[in-house]
């Protein structure tokens, strides 16, 4: 059974905040499946874009591990809050989360997997 998406982005957050981090939900989507989509902001003000992994990712041995994709980084966010509200007129139950990893790697909190 896969952990439901409220409680995937509770663990979430508390990891970020163990770290040093902070993070705060964004726009809060379906409780129990909604697609998570991660805003990571850096110190020096880059930004990168994190979303759901393509279902290829994900290895049969384990299906309930979430995996994400890198869907962009740069400097602009307004490109990415662009990106965001495609994102959330396609799929109202989405979540969006924003997270300053502070020392931690975003990589370290979260399972990145290459396109």
Do not use: C, H, N
């Amino acid at each position: 059974m896969r952990v439901t998406t409220d409680l995937w982005v509770s663990a979430l957050l508390r990891r970020v905040f163990g770290a040093g981090g902070f993070a705060a939900v964004v726009k809060r989507g379906a409780t129990e499946a909604g697609a998570v989509f991660l805003l990571a902001r850096g110190r020096m003000g880059e930004v990168a874009l994190f979303g759901p992994a393509p279902q290829t990712s994900y290895d049969s041995a384990k299906p309930d591990d979430r995996f994400f994709s890198l869907l962009g980084a740069g400097d602009d966010a307004t490109v990415f809050d662009a990106r965001l509200e495609r994102e959330k007129r396609f799929d109202p139950d989405i979540w969006v989360v924003e997270i300053e990893a502070g020392a931690v790697p975003v990589e370290e909190l979260i399972s990145v997997k290459s396109l």
